[in-house]
């Protein structure tokens, strides 16, 4: 069940740092971050 999650994840983030070329810099900056603080609360647990 987990391993499904983290695929989907993974496709998500994929996905995600896609749009990320189209989007403002500042926002790039703000996603990026949340992202980051999502990765560490993961690790944390």
Request: charged letters at 40%; aromatic letters at 2%.
């Given at each position: 069940?987990?391993?499904?999650?983290?695929?989907?994840?993974q496709e998500g983030?994929?996905?995600?740092m896609?749009?990320l070329?189209?989007?403002?810099?500042?926002i790039r900056?703000k996603?990026i971050?949340?992202?980051?603080?999502?990765a560490?609360?993961r690790?944390?647990t």
């Amino acid at each position: 069940d987990q391993k499904i999650m983290t695929e989907r994840g993974q496709e998500g983030i994929k996905k995600t740092m896609e749009n990320l070329k189209f989007l403002k810099p500042a926002i790039r900056e703000k996603i990026i971050k949340r992202m980051q603080r999502m990765a560490a609360k993961r690790k944390g647990t």
